[in-house]
């Protein structure tokens, strides 16, 4: 990737932000700050129920750092994350889906001092699972045009021959797929949807977006509605972040000539082999997914989930809170926080440098 440089001021108050130079020097205590921090205040932000996990754990060890420091995150959706800070209900957003560059174009950002523009941080990475519940399965192996098929409701019982050619060694039951999707707009819907249209050939009709394309399936509320109504279904099957899969069955997809089941690693190696959106200000590093991968081991159903801020924000209080969360969820401790409570997979070093820049021109 070709990466910016980016010629942000470094000076800020010692006391709000660590500097983070480059991946080999990426240490930091849990704010970016010592033990004795200043810190005061409350920090709002909102967004991806599937941060919820990660972003739980991000708190609790930035507030232990910062014990003056409150940081509420509600995990409503990414939908309602975007709106709440496009309004100035919160200083920052949670979202599995950037901004597109006609939106932030036409965009007022109510926190954000007028028309110094957003920074998008892709701080969490983690494979989409499609999870299901049959009855003495475990794992299956689906192809995208099937996956496709379920979701869209052509194919309506496990033992179709789509499923049964690809799983010759599981016992699928004559039972009906009861397909669950989000009811609320959401960002791994947004994701999931990406995915179905660009590997599945002409069985996606639809494009991709927040809103779930098609009639039919049950609809359920945020992540945990989905992981809800699979766990309590009878052949149901539906779509979370992989955090969220627990005990449910879940697919490996076939990526080339293989079956990719997922992991942190796998998303990774998508998200590596990916390029940054183009015509994106500095600060913005919205990723363009390679959905249609056939590199080996890679997963291509994956959620690259943003922390969105003001370049410039009209509190300073909130600038300053800010940026040290968020110089905290990036660096490597932060990282590798969420990769203990969610399974994420860690941001590259590349991906680190650049990330880092646009954190440390928040004022």
Not at 15 to 38: F, I, K, P, R, V
Request: glycine share 10%.
């Amino acid at each position: 990737m070709n990466i910016k440089r980016y010629g942000f001021p470094l000076a800020v108050a010692a006391a709000a932000s660590l500097l983070l130079t480059s991946c080999a020097a990426n240490e930091s205590s849990a704010s970016g700050t010592d033990s004795g921090s200043s810190l005061t205040g409350t920090l709002i932000g909102g967004g991806a129920s599937s941060q919820q996990a990660a972003q739980e754990a991000w708190v609790a060890a930035f507030q232990s750092e910062n014990p003056d420091v409150t940081v509420e995150y509600a995990p409503e959706g990414s939908g309602a994350g975007r709106e709440n800070f496009m309004v100035g209900a919160s200083s920052f957003a949670g979202s599995d889906a950037a901004f597109t560059a006609d939106e932030i174009a036409s965009g007022e950002f109510a926190s954000c001092t007028p028309d110094t523009g957003i920074i998008e941080i892709p701080a969490y990475i983690s494979p989409i699972a499609i999870v299901f519940n049959i009855d003495d399965v475990d794992s299956l192996n689906l192809d995208p045009a099937t996956i496709a098929g379920i979701f869209k409701g052509d194919i309506a019982n496990w033992n179709d021959e789509a499923i049964v050619s690809q799983n010759p060694d599981a016992d699928l039951p004559d039972q009906a797929i009861t397909a669950v999707h989000r009811s609320d707009e959401s960002g791994t819907t947004e994701n999931f949807t990406d995915y179905l249209h660009s590997a599945s050939g002409d069985v996606w009709d639809a494009e991709a977006g927040e809103t779930w394309p098609y009639d039919g399936g049950e609809g359920a509320q945020g992540t945990s509605g989905v992981i809800d109504a699979v766990s309590n279904g009878t052949g149901t099957i539906g779509y979370a972040d992989a955090s969220r899969a627990g005990d449910l069955g879940t697919v490996a997809v076939k990526v080339g000539e293989e079956y990719v089941p997922y992991s942190a690693e796998a998303a990774a190696a998508i998200v590596d082999a990916s390029p940054f959106a183009e015509g994106r200000e500095d600060g913005d590093l919205a990723i363009e997914l390679d959905r249609s991968t056939t590199e080996s081991g890679a997963y291509p159903i994956v959620l690259v989930s943003y922390l969105i801020a003001c370049n410039e924000y009209q509190d300073a209080a909130a600038a300053e809170l800010t940026k040290a969360y968020l110089s905290y969820v990036i660096s490597e401790e932060g990282q590798a926080t969420s990769q203990e409570a969610a399974g994420t997979a860690p941001i590259s070093s590349t991906l680190f440098d650049a990330a880092s820049a646009a954190v440390e021109g928040i004022k």
